[in-house]
Nanobody
Framework: QVQLVESGGGLVQPGGSLRLSCAAS????????MSWYQQAPGKERELVAT????????NYADSVKGRFAISRDNAKNTVYLQMNSLNPEDTAVYYC??????????????WGQGTQVTVAS
């Protein structure tokens, strides 16, 4: 049974930091590209950050570059999103996603249930 379980969300002040975690089980985590997405109220779900299966490559949305950092620990089957210098525009539900890709084609995808991040005074 595949599971992606996000945690670490909550209420934080503007300028503060938060570290999200996504614990994976039921599949070979080290074979999957991992991503974090955000979905604000009334908005489409948008890609925030991506990390390759090995952790050698990362990509970020322009809105979070220099503030957020994605990382993974394949031994712990966990991907993280370190969020610094948070602002109210970062308020959203954050989801992790696992993608199995072969020859640049996505073969399987899994979504977590999401964790709420609220940035407010």
């Amino acid at each position: 049974q595949v599971q992606l379980v996000e945690s670490g969300g909550g209420l934080v002040q503007p300028g503060g930091s938060l570290r999200l975690s996504c614990a994976a089980s039921g599949f070979t985590f080290s074979n999957y590209r991992m991503s974090w997405y955000q979905q604000a109220p009334g908005k489409e779900r948008e890609l925030v950050a991506t990390i390759s299966s090995t952790g050698d490559s990362t990509n970020y949305a322009d809105s979070v570059k220099g503030r957020f950092a994605i990382s993974r620990d394949n031994a712990k089957n966990t991907v993280y999103l370190q969020m610094n210098s948070l602002n109210p525009e970062d308020t959203a539900v954050y989801y992790c996603r696992a993608d199995l890709r072969r020859l640049a084609v996505t073969m399987r995808s899994y979504w977590g249930q999401g964790t709420q991040v609220t940035v407010a005074s």
